[in-house]
Nanobody, 122 residues
């Protein structure tokens, strides 16, 4: 059974940084594209960033370009989301998901983690 577990979410002040991790168990991440998504209260889930299986292709939502960086360490079976210059509007539950193509569309991903809460205080 494919399992993804997110970690690293916490309360941080505006302007601060966090690194989220997405660890896989039960399968090897090497063959999967990974996406990071977030959902704030009362809002729809939105794609934040994605990375192809080999790591050569990445994509970011306009709202996070220049501030967030996605990376992967296939040897550790983990994908990371480095978040810098955080803003209160980044507050959300962040999810990682595994799929076969690197897009920002949630429908392209079939396996999801449970999410980690990121709260950015002003």
């Amino acid at each position: 059974q494919l399992q993804l577990v997110e970690s690293g979410g916490t309360l941080v002040q505006s302007g601060g940084s966090l690194r989220l991790s997405c660890a896989a168990s039960g399968f090897t991440l090497d063959y999967y594209a990974i996406g990071w998504f977030r959902q704030a209260p009362g809002k729809e889930r939105e794609g934040v960033s994605c990375i192809s299986s080999g790591g050569s292709t990445t994509n970011y939502a306009d709202s996070v370009k220049g501030r967030f960086t996605i990376s992967r360490d296939n040897a550790k079976n983990t994908v990371y989301l480095q978040m810098n210059s955080l803003k209160p509007e980044d507050t959300a539950v962040y999810y990682c998901a595994a799929g076969h193509i690197a897009t920002l569309m949630s429908g392209d991903f079939g396996s999801w983690g449970q999410g980690t809460q990121v709260t950015v205080s002003s």
